[in-house]
Structure formats: C-alpha cells, structure tokens
C-alpha cells in the first residue's frame, strides 16, 4: 500500500504532450462554461448503444480514464434516460433494438437531445443495409449533432460534444 | 468430446447441418421438403442455442428439444421467415403483431422476478438477464441476447474475402484481432499461401497487445464492480497506454485493417522501452491488488462455475481455464516456443477469473517482447480455390471459431462462433447461491461479447 501511495504522489497528474494538453485546457474551460451556462453545472448523457461493434463504447469508457477525465467537466454518464439531457446513440439501429432505443428515448424529460456517435448510427460504417437494420437514426430519431469516426477517438468525442454544446 | 460450433447451410436439394467438434467434423443431410435433426442437449446442453438459432435462420425442425423459443428473432420478427434460406432476399421486413417471450423461471411462495436490460445503467451493450429472486437470492437466471443482431451471415454472402474483410473486422471491435487472424488462416487456406515466420509473429504480436488490453481493461473493471474505484483509474490508464501502442503500429486504436499480406515495420526501440515500463506498472499493480483483503473478500467464492459444469458446457477461454480446464488454442508449438504457458486456476470464482487475467497479463507480456520483429514481409497470394475452409483463434475471451464456404470465387456461407456464443449460455450457473447485487460483478469478470455473440 505504502508503495502504491509512492508511486501515487510521484505520477500526480497525468499529462500528455504540451500541445495535447494546450488543447484539453482551452477545451476543458470552454467545455465548463457552457456546461454551467446550459446545463446548470452538469451535462447528463445516457449512451444507448442500438447494435454497435463494441468499439464505440470502449472509447467512451475511456473517457473516464485518468488521460481524459470527463467528468471533471461536469460531464456524467447516467443509469437512466429519466435522467438524461443528452442520448448518445452508438451502432446501427437493429431490428431487434430499434423499440427500446425509441422507448428510451420517450422516457427522457424534456428539453433532450440526441447525438449520434459514430459511422454506423448515419450507415456510414461498412456494415450494409440488411432486413436487419432499420436503415439510418435520423429515420427514427430528431438527430441534433453528429460525431463521425470508427470509432471517434476520445478526444474526436470531447471536441463533438464542445461543438454541440456551442451549436445550441 | 467438447462441441465447438453446430449449424446449416443450404444446399440445392437439401439442408446441411454440420456439428464441429475438437476431434471432427460431422456432417448429416436433412431434406428441404422436412427438415428435422435430432438434438444434442441431453449430452451438450450448450447446443440449444445453436439448434434453436438453425431454426430460426433455416426452419428446421428440432426433434425432442426441451426448448422451442425462437432466439434471434424477437417480438416483432415474422416468424413464417426464415432469413437464411437463399431464397430470401429482402432487405427490409415489416415488424409483426407482438408476441410476448416466455422467460425460463422459477415459481413459488413469495418467489419475484427481475427484468435487467436490454439497456442497462452503465456504458455497455444491451441484453437482458431475467432473475427469478427469493429475496437477495438469486434461485435462477434466463440469459436472453442477439439485440444487436446485424445479419452478418447473410450480410457476408456473395461477397469476396477481400470486400468481407471490413465487415469481419467490425463484428467484435474487443476482438477485431482475433478475427482479422481467423479471416487471415482462411484466406491462406483459400490460396494455398504460407505465411512467413516474420508476419506471423508480427501478427500474433498484434493479438497479445489486444488481448494484454483486454485483461488490462477487465482487472479495473472487476474491482470497480466491487465498488473499488482506485484499481480503475490504475489499470484504465495501463489499458489507455497499450490501446496508444496499437495505434503506433497499426494506425488505428483497436487495430481495425491491420492484418494483411503486405510489410509492416516496427520501432523496437521505442515498443521494448514501452514494454519495460509495462512490466514494471504492471507488477505494482499485481503487488498492490493482492493485497487489499476486502476486495478479495468480495471475489473470493463469489460466481462460482465447477470444473464438471465449465466441461459440460463446452466453455472456452478465460472461463473455461479459471475452472480448471486446460484449453487454450495457444497450446501449440508456435506459441511455446515464443514463452506461452499455459496458465489456469482451479477455483472457478471470480477470484480465479481474476487471478487468470494477471497471470495471462504477465505470460502476455512475455511473449510481446518474444513476437518483437523489425519487418515483416509481404506475400503475394496464389489463386483462390473453392472449397469449405475452417479457422480457430484464441480471442481475449476464448476460442474463437470461423468457417467460410467459396463457391465461384466468393462467400457461398459464413458462419462464425465467437467465444461469447458458449460461454454466455453457463453464465447462469454461476448465479445460485449469490445475491443479485453481485451480478455485475460475475459478469464482469467473464467480460463476454455481445456484438460478437449477436453477430
Ligand atoms: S462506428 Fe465503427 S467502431 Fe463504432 S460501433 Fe460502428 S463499426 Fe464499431
């Protein structure tokens, strides 16, 4: 314990290189000023995934990684879209998924968003249209941003949602 | 014998099913006219999935099955269509009437149930888990998926190898290594090719890294289910910096488009340096995690699946060795002699799983520096030949197993089984006994697919 403790104080914060770092900061301020303007201090994003390859999640459980660190912008992932401002919607809307991603997104308290995340939610990813996909989101839902990528890197998803938070 | 994978095709006249087991291949023909096979559940439980999934995609019949359920189609799927069968072509279907799912559960005196999913609270893929409860207890749990299913197979057919290849990568993007590999045996198969000792260590070196993010990710993950944060924000930052490793050498995060025929150069310099850093974080991290008792409390008997289960139903991977079983497809003369051990555990809880993924972390390490190569060199390939091929991996989950029918030059049937598909179905097994608040962390600790077991 006592060397974890060491080891703890002697890495402190984990920085990246300066310019990543220049960026992360500006971002970091921007990103916290809107969220306190918007959203009263906290942006609460549920990510509903309606047939992804998996990949599109990994990036947003790193976001929570000590590199990026999301929610010390205020920003938060939550358990339930009653609680949720946004809906982060990754994958390609399957047949199967298609009723629970809307019925989720019936359950979000007004005003909400949705912002699709990735190529496969705009079939953009190589995955083709089969009598298992219910072709594009924007068929299903009011789409109010969109984060391209296969995946978006962590970062590709802090700079979208800094430029949704900017666009309304 | 341990059942590997069982499904259709369709031929002219017939269908054919074949069952792939460690030992052999068997094949039966079923006339079209009535198709019906006998099941194999009573000696192979783990074949109800994969029979219940052959009528759904082909309409056969299975005789004496304890379950009829459809499985991948779900309330709104028309059950008069049967998607797999050549002649249907269409690519869009109208929902149907809702039909209500029966869920496998378990009456009684003050006996309720829990519906969990298809969305569930955290950053993760949908499924859904139907408890029957007394009280905490859990008496019975009903593992219900393929939410997410795309229709790779079909998706697949008429295409080539070459233009099926992004589309294979992305099934599982956890395990698009493995199956790029898996793709990778069948197009040398295909084509009569040999792969050079250099790319097929420097492919191999690939897998490692995916499977060392893999475990890196799992041992914070684990305990942040047990309400241990500190091992996340650790073993998260190690998973952030192998994931960066893999973007060095193959331009993208979780290596999508890495494997192929062409030369690839490393800078050894900077990879071993990298992994001497790894070593020395990783073994902090080990002595550090060991010794925090209240969490092995937690993990300790927690989730347990016995030997004689995990053998029963044909489990594979980190599972399958946590119970004891000694079954790795990396147990072979290629990979020892570049530092594979084979490593298992006998307790089957989700300590052992644990434990597994510090022990494989380690011999992965190993083996990383064993793979490093400065180029690897490129092939060209011979002719594709027709022909019904057949590829095995070790994914970071377990045994992965693929099989590609070229008919005329392009894909005639694809059929994958990814390591999830087995191992999902005895995630119920290790619920008695436990209390619902320790699911997440059982399920953690197997970390399967659901894109993969979807498809
Ligand atoms: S967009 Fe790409 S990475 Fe994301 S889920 Fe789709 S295929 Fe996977």
């Known amino acids: ?168 | 014998m341990r059942l590997i994978a069982r499904y259709a095709k369709e031929c002219e006249a017939h269908f054919e099913i074949i069952t792939v087991w460690d030992t052999k291949i068997e094949k039966e023909s079923v006339p079209k006219h009535d198709p019906r096979i006998k099941t194999l559940t009573k000696q192979h439980p783990a074949a109800i999935w994969f029979e219940r999934k052959m009528h759904d995609d082909y309409g056969i019949i299975i005789e004496d099955a304890f379950d009829n359920r459809p499985l991948v189609h779900q309330e709104y799927f028309p059950s008069a269509i049967h998607p797999m069968q050549k002649a249907f072509q269409a690519k869009s279907i109208t929902p149907s009437d809702y039909k209500p799912y029966k869920y496998e559960t378990i009456g009684g005196d003050g006996v309720f149930e829990v519906a969990v999913g298809p969305i569930h609270a955290g950053i993760i893929e949908p499924g859904h888990f139907q408890f029957s409860q007394a009280g905490e207890d859990i008496l019975h749990q009903e593992v219900r998926h393929f939410y997410k299913y795309r229709a790779i197979e079909k998706m697949l057919e008429g295409k080539t190898l070459q233009a099926a290849k992004p589309i294979i990568e992305r099934i599982s993007g956890n395990e698009s290594i493995a199956y790029q590999i898996a793709w990778r045996d069948i197009v040398l198969q295909a084509t009569r090719s040999e792969l050079p000792e250099q790319s097929r260590k420097y492919h191999a070196l690939l897998l490692e890294l995916e499977r060392m993010i893999h475990h890196l990710t799992d041992l914070g993950f684990i305990p942040n289910d047990a309400g241990f944060g500190a091992a996340l924000a650790f073993a998260s930052k190690l998973s952030e910096e192998a994931r960066r490793q893999l973007q060095r050498l193959t331009g993208h995060r979780f290596g999508f488009g890495a494997i192929d025929f062409e030369s690839h150069t490393m800078q050894t310099e900077v990879w071993l340096h990298y992994l001497e850093t790894l070593e020395e974080e990783l073994a902090l991290f080990e002595a550090w995690i060991i010794d925090i008792p209240s969490l092995w409390d937690r993990f300790d008997t927690t989730g347990i699946l016995k030997a004689k289960k995990a053998k029963k139903y044909d489990t594979v991977g980190i599972i399958a060795r946590a119970s004891g079983l000694t079954l790795d497809r990396r147990d072979e003369p290629f990979y020892q002699t570049h530092g594979f051990v084979l490593q298992t555990e006998s307790s089957g809880d989700v300590a052992a799983r644990y434990k597994m993924r510090l022990k494989e972390a380690r011999n992965t390490l190993t083996m990383l520096r064993n793979f490093t190569v400065e180029t690897s060199e490129a092939i060209t390939l011979h002719t594709l030949q027709d022909g019904e091929y057949f590829s095995f991996v070790e994914s970071a989950i377990g045994e992965l197993f693929m099989s590609v029918e070229i008919k005329d030059g392009v894909i005639e049937r694809f059929f994958v089984r990814d390591p999830s598909f087995v191992n999902w179905q005895a995630l119920h097994l290790m619920m008695p006994d436990n209390i619902i608040a320790d699911f997440p962390l059982i399920n953690k600790s197997c970390d399967l697919s659901y894109a993969g077991n979807d498809l």
């Open chain 1, 1 to 168: 314990m006592i060397r974890f403790w060491n080891r703890r104080f002697r890495t402190g914060i984990l920085t990246e290189n300066p310019e990543f770092d220049k960026e992360m900061q500006t971002i970091r301020k921007e990103m916290k000023d809107l969220v306190k303007k918007r959203f009263a201090g906290s942006l609460a994003i549920r990510m509903v995934d309606s047939g992804s390859c998996n990949a599109c999640e990994a990036e947003c459980n790193a976001l929570s990684n000590p590199y990026y660190d999301l929610e010390r912008l205020g920003i938060y992932f939550v358990a339930s879209p009653r609680h949720a401002d946004v809906m982060l919607l990754s994958g390609v809307m399957t047949f199967n998924m298609t009723p629970h991603v809307l019925d989720a997104y019936k359950q979000m308290p007004e005003p909400k968003w949705v912002i699709s995340l990735g190529a496969c939610p705009v079939m953009e990813a190589p995955f083709e249209q089969t009598f298992a996909i219910k072709g594009p989101a924007t068929a299903h839902l009011p789409i109010a941003y969109h984060i391209p990528g296969c995946p978006p890197e962590p970062i590709e998803i802090i700079r979208g949602l800094l430029a949704f938070l900017k666009g309304i």
